[in-house]
């Protein structure tokens, strides 16, 4: 059996980090990515930040990274718009996103994951180790009830002194080390993103940008019904990235499935405006986000095994402002360095708690805790006895400016981001009152689900479902069709459809379509795991 000191499963942010930091100190380390490549499973909105509270950003791996990395554009313009029917009132945001930020870029996962995978391999094959990709690790290795190493579906079992699981959201070994399972609606985000290609000097005339600038644009208010979250638009080099992301317990609340949600935003004639008539998709894509709130792990370890980024719950939104690669990277780090510390103390086994004890100390798990503390009975509170009075007392100029001074307040963001009221009400009531009517804007000839289905590559499996629905009843897998987002009641191409036989109406699934997002597993009834290696679907943009 082959054996490495250090196995890293996934090569995200999280696990690159991780393996970085380790060969770097010498430790031989392997790291195994399902993806043909790394990035070719993954897709983030996204804002890579570097923080001014912790020296584990990227930088701090690769100093120069930023003049090497395939960024996209630094991020100098963050505007929230509130909208309620064509009114919009645009806020500026800076100060909460400017917050603890030392640096911040839009990437695409397809290329940076690619670009930041080659250092990794480069780095770890100096210690006799390296990056295989298209091999899916399928569980821990475990001896007389210890993790000591991995299990894949292609090669043979791997063992190691330290397994980082790096394997995001949908992480197969943290479930299995039984360090979580998979929660309910209320532990996660649903993000839906499309890429639309754009030549960069569109964008810069259209955003008012130079080409070594970039803008993020969100959007809150009444569009969404009751989908609790908003909108995003990031710009690219010559793409842009045009979002979603909501609570998923209010995508299953709402009853309309997340495309839809998506093409509410893109129709807007907000976005009309930029996009001019313009739409050239280039990509549909989607993922579960968990909610550090709820779900960061407050034991990211089992013997062994260490969990860092997304599989442990590592991600914090505060307000609209979304960081999960950066902290995946800072635990990453964390979790190297507590193996090298650990292992020169002659007890390599005391590296998860090691490793548990530094991560408590973060900013990011400071600020999660104080969430969970007080937050939600501060937005208890202002949902019950806010709502009510404040469509009176936001006609009052200097009541409005206070609230508006709330929104771009970090710390009062992090307090308060889970309510309606205030991702639905408080923009909303702004727009209505303050807001202007935005022209019309020619209309925009969106891609259908089934034509975004039918653009998006797969390598199928054929006969190897990766889901299995347990019950195919409408009361517990129905939600399914409209929380899935590649389906639709409307759709015959998606995942899950409902259909009729003998009087009866059930739950069908098909995954070949599927983008492995991992919602069903959370809101149905289903034994969920990643197709192998590279099967399944497979970015080009991320
Ligand atoms: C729409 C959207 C918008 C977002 N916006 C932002 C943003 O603006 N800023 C931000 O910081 N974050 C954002 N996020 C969150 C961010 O993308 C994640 O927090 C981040 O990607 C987590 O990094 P990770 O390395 O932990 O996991 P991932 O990036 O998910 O990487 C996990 C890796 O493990 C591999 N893997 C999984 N299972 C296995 C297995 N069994 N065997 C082998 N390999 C495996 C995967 O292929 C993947 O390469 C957004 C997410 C979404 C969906
Ligand atoms: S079938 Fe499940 S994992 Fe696949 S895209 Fe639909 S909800 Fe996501």
Wanted: aromatic share 8%; hydrophobic share 40%.
């Amino acid at each position: 059996m082959e054996r490495f000191e250090a196995v890293v499963v996934g090569a995200g942010p999280a696990g690159a980090a991780a393996a970085l930091e380790l060969a770097r100190s010498g430790i031989q380390t392997l790291v195994l990515e399902r993806g043909k490549f790394a990035g070719q499973k993954n897709a983030t909105g996204g804002i890579l930040y570097g923080q001014t509270n912790t020296r584990y950003n990227l930088d701090y791996l690769i100093p120069d990274f930023h003049t090497r990395a395939p960024v996209e554009r630094a991020i100098t313009t963050y505007k929230m718009h509130a909208v309620s029917g064509d009114k919009v009132k645009t806020l500026d945001l800076e100060p909460l996103h400017d917050h603890n930020t030392k640096w911040s870029y839009a990437i695409l996962r397809g290329k940076f994951d690619r670009w930041l995978a080659a250092e990794v391999h480069k780095e770890c094959k100096k210690t006799g180790g390296g990056l295989l990709t298209d091999v899916r690790v399928t569980g821990p290795l475990m001896e007389d009830g210890k993790v000591v190493g991995v299990t894949t579906d292609s090669i043979d079992p791997i063992k190691a002194d330290l397994v980082v699981a790096a394997d995001g959201a949908t992480s197969e070994l943290v479930r299995q080390a039984g360090l979580r399972g998979w929660g309910t609606e209320e532990k996660w985000f649903q993000g839906v993103k499309v890429v639309v290609k754009m030549p960069e000097a569109g964008i810069n005339e259209r955003f008012g940008l130079r080409s070594d600038e970039g803008a993020a644009h969100l959007v809150a208010g009444d569009i969404f019904g009751k989908a609790r979250g908003g909108g995003f638009l990031y710009t690219n080099r010559d793409s842009l990235s045009i979002g979603t992301v909501f609570h998923l317990d209010s995508v299953t609340e709402n009853g309309r499935p997340p495309h839809e949600l998506l093409d509410t935003m893109l129709e807007h004639r907000l976005l009309r405006k930029w996009l001019g008539g313009y739409y050239d998709e280039a990509e549909y894509s989607a993922k579960l986000i968990p909610d550090g709130k709820k779900a960061l792990l407050t034991r990211p370890y089992s013997g062994n095994l260490v969990a860092v980024g997304d599989a442990a719950g590592q991600m914090q939104a505060a307000g609209p402002i979304i960081k999960g690669m950066n902290h995946g990277i800072t635990a990453g780090i964390l979790a190297a360095q507590a193996y090298i510390e650990a292992k020169k103390e002659g007890k390599p086994t005391a590296a998860g708690p090691t490793y548990a004890a530094w991560l408590k100390q973060t900013p990011m798990a400071k600020e999660l805790k104080k969430y969970r503390s007080i937050g939600a009975k501060v937005t208890a509170l202002q949902a019950t006895f806010g709502a009510p009075f404040l469509p009176f007392l936001i006609k009052i100029k200097p009541v409005a400016k206070f609230v508006e001074g709330l929104m771009g307040n970090y710390n009062k963001a992090l307090t308060a981001p889970d309510t309606r009221f205030t991702y639905v009400t408080l923009p909303t009531l702004l727009a209505k009152n303050y807001g202007t009517p935005v022209e019309d804007a020619p209309p925009l000839k969106l891609r259908s689900l089934d034509d975004r289905i039918g653009a998006l590559k797969y390598d199928t499996d054929i006969g190897k479902a990766h889901i299995e629905m347990l019950d195919d009843s409408i009361a517990v897998n129905g939600r399914c069709v409209t929380a899935c987002p590649v389906s639709s009641p409307d759709s015959s191409r998606g995942c899950y459809r409902i259909e009729k036989a003998g009087g009866k109406e059930f739950v069908v699934l098909d995954t070949q379509p599927c983008v492995e997002c991992g919602t069903c597993a959370v809101v149905g009834k289903t034994r969920w795991e990643h197709p192998a290696g590279g099967k399944g679907v497979g970015y080009e943009w991320g």
